[in-house]
């Protein structure tokens, strides 16, 4: 299984960006894909999640309303789109995924590298 996550860089706060995970690998069609994030000096959060199968997502408070994660089946693809960006908002973002549905990070086996998110403020 391999992830391939893009689509960092440096935004003014109150922009936005869109990051893009690609998986491959996975020969079950049931998996979850989440986005991670892990700002200078802090523990790695878990950001948001979304399922394989059905779509259903999850987001950490602190981006609800504003993150939205998404899914291309056709293309293997993650999305998450980030509005309204704050500059407690930069960290290196990683996506993984997991054959279960767990927002855990000890339960996700498999990594993309990160993208770096910078906001300004």
């Known amino acids: 299984v391999q992830l391939q996550a893009s689509g960092g860089g440096l935004v003014q706060a109150g922009g936005s960006l869109r990051l893009s995970c690609a998986v491959s690998g996975f020969t079950s069609d049931y998996y979850t894909v989440a986005w991670f994030r892990q700002a200078p000096g802090k523990d790695r959060e878990g950001v948001s999640f979304?399922?394989?199968?059905?779509?259903?997502?999850h987001y950490a408070n602190s981006v609800k309303g504003r993150f939205t994660i998404s899914r291309d089946k056709a293309r293997n693809t993650v999305y998450l789109q980030m509005n309204s960006l704050k500059p407690e908002d930069t960290a290196v973002y990683y996506c993984a995924a997991s054959q279960v549905w767990s927002r855990a990070q000890d339960q996700y086996d498999y990594w993309g590298q990160g993208t770096q998110v910078t906001v300004s403020s």
């Open positions: 979304i399922s394989s199968s059905d779509g259903s997502t």
